[in-house]
């Protein structure tokens, strides 16, 4: 479990991964880049089991998220046809970004493969400018305390 800057405890959220021979390298070993596309997949659905579709965003609250950094740290390879489990906890939500501590691990629960610390960033849909994350956004996220 993580804090907030609030101090409330935020659960964390667990999404599988299944690692295709296209996620690969010739030698079946996950090709590094891989890992932020399992990572946004967790991320993505995170929001999505709060109900909240990136394009419905964008089209009805006039929104994205989008990347602003990323620091990530490689511990060990994940190979063709190891099944994962991509974890996406909110550890700092601050009023335009969300920062998001990831871990990709294989689902006996062995040791982390990659971790990452994911800042995203609310801008607006038409001029890319930061824009504050919605209230409803922020009260759900804090509700899965």
């Given at each position: ?30 090709y590094y880049a891989n890992y932020l596309k399992f990572m946004e997949r ?94 409803f956004i922020l009260e759900a996220l804090s509700d899965v305390c």
């Amino acid at each position: 479990m993580l804090r907030s800057l609030r101090g409330m405890i935020l659960s964390q959220f667990i999404w599988p991964v299944r690692v295709y021979y296209e996620d690969t390298d010739s030698g079946g070993v996950v090709y590094y880049a891989n890992y932020l596309k399992f990572m946004e997949r967790a991320r993505t659905e995170r929001l999505r089991t709060l109900g909240f579709e990136q394009d419905r965003l964008r089209t009805e609250q006039g929104i994205l998220f989008t990347v602003h950094s990323i620091q990530i740290d490689f511990h060990q390879p994940a190979h063709f046809n190891d099944a994962l489990e991509v974890s996406a906890a909110v550890s700092e939500q601050k009023r335009a970004s969300l920062t998001f501590d990831q871990q990709v691990r294989r689902c006996n629960g062995s040791s982390v493969l990659c971790s990452g610390k994911i800042r995203i960033a609310c801008v607006d849909a038409v001029s890319f400018r930061p824009s504050p994350i919605p209230a409803f956004i922020l009260e759900a996220l804090s509700d899965v305390c």
